[in-house]
T-cell receptor
Framework: EAQVTQNPRYLITVTGKKLTVTCSQN?????MSWYRQDPGLGLRQIYYSMNVEVTDKGDVPEGYKVSRKEKRNFPLILESPSPNQTSLYFC?????????????FGPGTRLTVL | AQSVTQLGSHVSVSEGALVLLRCNYS??????LFWYVQYPNQGLQLLLKYTSAATLVKGINGFEAEFKKSETSFHLTKPSAHMSDAAEYFCAVTRRGTGGFKTIFGAGTRLFVKA
């Protein structure tokens, strides 16, 4: 089944404890992206990647890191999480690198930073 | 810079009534526009998209949207609401960043359908 998977689905952690949220897609998509969803703000793009070793900042990259060493994986790293990073996170992928491609979303990761 | 505004954070309709969810965009160049739907506890899925072909775009589940350049709008409609349409709907636009294309989402509109 074609899908985007994220792990973990739920995570509660404490301020300053490094964490990684994994994202993997099995559709051989070029483009991958991370978003955070907060009430009243919709989804905001954190980082995106056009291909292996090619990443760029979205609109809210502060406090996050990403890497794209393999085409299928795009982990999101929080080196020192803070409470304002408590949010619902989505990974997405799309086939091409253009502006008209449909994005396919993972099920989400709900992160709470205490 | 491109952005989208969704008018109304909550919309309530009766089953069988017309659904109208509003989206206005700001863009200095012809935009590419999308509507996504999010059902409870799920990720987003595409309803439809405008890519500069036909201005009236038909999507899944009976939804459609019309691109109106003069009004900078891309409103989503469905003639007859069904209980299963209850969800949150997001309008989005893509814009070019330094390393590729970014996606800008609106704040979302939650649709309630009353029996």
């Amino acid at each position: 089944e074609a899908q985007v998977t994220q792990n973990p689905r739920y995570l509660i952690t404490v301020t300053g404890k490094k964490l990684t949220v994994t994202c993997s897609q099995n559709m051989n998509h070029e483009y991958m992206s991370w978003y955070r969803q907060d009430p009243g703000l919709g989804l905001r793009q954190i980082y995106y990647s056009m291909n292996v070793e090619v990443t760029d900042k979205g609109d809210v990259p502060e406090g996050y890191k990403v890497s794209r060493k393999e085409k299928r994986n795009f982990p999101l790293i929080l080196e020192s999480p803070s409470p304002n990073q408590t949010s619902l996170y989505f990974c997405a992928s799309s086939l091409g690198q253009g502006s008209t491609d449909t994005q396919y979303f993972g099920p989400g990761t709900r992160l709470t930073v205490l | 810079a491109q952005s989208v505004t969704q008018l109304g954070s909550h919309v309530s309709v009766s089953e069988g009534a017309l659904v109208l969810l509003r989206c206005n965009y700001s863009s200095s160049v012809p935009p590419y526009l999308f509507w996504y739907v999010q059902y409870p506890n799920q990720g987003l899925q595409l309803l439809l998209k405008y890519t500069s072909a036909a201005t009236l775009v038909k999507g899944i589940n009976g939804f459609e949207a019309e691109f109106k350049k003069s009004e900078t709008s891309f409103h989503l409609t469905k003639p007859s609401a069904h209980m299963s349409d209850a969800a949150e709907y997001f309008c989005a636009v893509t814009r070019r960043g330094t390393g590729g294309f970014k996606t800008i989402f609106g704040a979302g509109t939650r649709l309630f359908v009353k029996a």
